[in-house]
DNA sequence: TAGATTGTTAATCGATTAACAATC
DNA sequence: TAGATTGTTAATCGATTAACAATC
């Protein structure tokens, strides 16, 4: 909207274009603060501003990515996360051929360099894009570097070891099978809504 | 469970295994069948195939991948998808320099060949991993050869034009951005909770 | 001032949890 | 038969929606 000139919104439009109710938008908002105004509505630039206040867009949270095959080259080349507010760093993986080769002006280093790397820079978040039965020996790794997030790629609940757990770190799962998982469950139930089976 | 040998468990110990309640699996279970057997429990392995089969994976969905760059290379070499019931049979881009390789003994097509391919081959399911602004036509044109299903990774909600939105065509979107910006609220919120501010 | 739209309270709805009879 | 645990109904809780006084 911001980018379309549009400066001004109230909750029975943007209800309209999220697709739930404008009670929902206003009582969501209000449980961070008073917003809008009565009769006018609310200002796209400042609601904006706000809603990236809350989500603490403004922290510059500082990232590395460990692992560098394609999902971590993936997520080094996504636009988007510097945008949002996140800064990526530094990369890590522990192949010596990819250890010194740049991504995105980056110097892929030895993973052994993560605790120095940690001491001389603030890390807050760690993508963790190493394969499947690595991820849990990397993460604890990250969390003894005193990192502070971790967003984990593979196909596992990431959970830390007990010594871990007290510390202050919090993990997101991205699950994509699960995701594609449930794309297969609504295509299912739309064929059986429309009695065609899958053809097969 | 299965591969460590487990082949009976409870909703309770279930329960303390998911960190949700043992009320809701019973409850949740017994929406789709009745699974279990009292005083005995659940059949590791039954309640499995049966999962499986609420979730369609018994269908062997048939994937392609549209978009061979990073993220549809990662994609591409996620051995996870096809234990899942999905099978990759084919990857399109439109660069020709792409086209051609080999990716997974798979070889890129150009995507102008998408409509003789699905003709030739039954697609369910597309993923597509082109650039942001190219997305919206590439969805077009694979509502178009019928796909069934949508995997969508560029950070917009996809929807499709009015012509296809009565065909039958299931749309899900993988946004990457918002379970970035997620971690980094919790972050957030556990650094408030601490009461130590991001030290920046 | 009149109209519009918020912030907020009250009503409704749905989802989670608790309880227990049925039954393996 | 006794013990365990389900399937299912009833009670509770929380989230969504509706309504409206406050106010820009």
Redesign the interface.
């Known amino acids: 909207m911001l980018n379309s000139g549009i400066n001004r919104i109230s909750s029975k439009e943007l209800s309209e274009r999220m697709g739930i109710t404008a009670s929902q938008i206003r009582q969501d908002l209000n449980c961070f603060g008073g917003f809008g105004q009565q009769g006018y509505g609310y200002n796209v630039e400042s609601l904006y501003k706000e809603i990236g206040r809350?989500?603490?867009?403004d922290?510059?949270?500082q990232t590395i990515i460990i692992g560098a095959?394609?999902?971590g080259?993936?997520?080094?080349?996504?636009k988007?996360?510097e945008k949002?507010?996140?800064k990526l760093i530094g990369i890590f993986d522990k192949d010596p051929k990819v250890v010194g080769q740049k991504i995105n002006d980056l110097d892929v280093r030895h993973i052994d360099d993560l605790q120095k790397f940690t001491q001389e820079n603030?890390v807050?978040?760690a993508m963790l894009c190493v394969p499947h039965d690595e991820t849990p020996i990397v993460a604890e790794k990250a969390a003894a570097c005193g990192i502070?997030?971790l967003?984990n790629f593979s196909?596992m609940e990431l959970k830390l070891s007990h010594s871990n757990v007290n510390k202050?770190i919090?993990i997101?799962n991205?699950h994509?099978?699960d995701?594609?998982?449930?794309?297969?469950?609504?295509?299912?139930e739309?064929?059986k809504a429309?009695k065609n089976e899958?053809?097969?």
Chains 1, 2 share one sequence.
């Open positions: 809350i989500l603490g867009l922290n510059n949270f095959g394609n999902m080259r993936a997520l080094a080349n996504y988007n996360f949002r507010g996140f603030k807050d978040i502070k997030g967003w196909p202050n919090v997101e991205v994509l099978s995701s594609l998982m449930v794309l297969g469950y609504k295509i299912n739309m064929m429309n899958l053809p097969r």
